[in-house]
């Protein structure tokens, strides 16, 4: 499916966290509905100005009835604070839906037990994910990590069989690391997005109990469609760019040598 770049109306922008932001913007083209694990480039600044960059941010919710597009966000520069600045009824412009992402339909029909691993603003992706997976027939056990407090985790509780949480601080649920709960070889599949080191331990403890699993990887990225390479990383199975091939892939594949990644 190929991206197509628009001017999307906002609908709404609304304070989850500190830093932490809901944008909800109004789709029009029904013929390019997003996936989990897809994302878009956002820009709310002119084509001439700073910063040069657009900011992939990832798909957090869509409604095939009423185009509503959401993406959760951390504030944490120049582009992110001027996306977190739009009001109802202005506009910006995006390319999406970028990506390969999960196909939750095929995984639903191949895995009956599947858990979601998310940490932080990781999250973001898997709310759409546990909704797709459970409309295909599967509600998946959700594991999330916070380094305080969580967030957003409201939406996702009509999806899940069950949520189990982990802090840094142990402020909610267990006081540790999201790993530390996890039972790799108790499920068929595990899917994951989160911060770099969450995700290498997952991919260990499937591993090491023979259990697939799909990890969704994050990079600096310019174009967001392939063509500058920017976004390239150097695994076991050759060089890849996370935009284009990405950026879902098979964990065993990426993480042997995730640190030309960084």
């Known amino acids: 499916m190929s991206a197509i770049s628009c001017n999307l109306t906002v609908l709404q922008q609304e304070t989850v966290a500190p830093d932490i932001r809901r944008l909800t913007v109004q789709w029009q083209d029904p013929r390019h509905e997003p996936h989990a694990g897809q994302f878009y480039m956002l820009r709310a600044w002119a084509a001439d100005a700073t910063p040069i ?6 798909v957090n919710d869509f409604d095939n009835q009423t185009g509503a597009l959401t993406f959760l966000y951390q504030l944490k520069g120049e582009g992110t604070h001027k996306i977190a600045a739009l009001q109802p009824g202005q506009t910006l412009t995006v390319t999406g839906p970028c990506g390969n992402g999960f196909d939750a339909a095929a995984l639903a029909a191949s895995h009956q037990r599947i858990a979601v691993v998310g940490g932080g603003i990781g999250t973001a992706p898997l ?10 027939g599967v509600r998946p056990d959700v594991y999330v990590g916070f380094r305080d407090a969580t967030y957003g ?30 039972d790799a070889k108790n499920y068929d599949i595990v899917l994951t997005c989160g911060p770099m080191v969450m995700m290498r331990g997952v991919a260990k403890l499937c591993a090491a109990a023979n259990v697939p699993c799909l990890a969704s990887l994050e990079k600096k990225m310019a174009c967001g469609l392939g063509a500058c390479l920017g976004c390239t990383c150097h695994t076991k199975i050759g060089p ?4 284009k091939d990405g950026p879902v892939f098979n964990a065993q594949e990426v993480f042997d040598r995730w640190r030309t990644c960084m």
Request: hydrophobic share 40%.
């Open 127 to 136: 709310l759409l994910l546990c909704k797709q997976l459970c409309r295909a």
């Open 240 to 243: 890849v760019t996370v935009c």
């Open 53 to 58: 960059l657009s900011r992939p941010i990832s």
């Open 153 to 182: 985790m409201d939406r996702f509780v009509p999806w899940c069989h069950d949520i189990f949480v982990a802090t840094d601080s142990g402020n909610e649920g267990h006081h540790g690391l999201v790993t530390d709960l996890l």
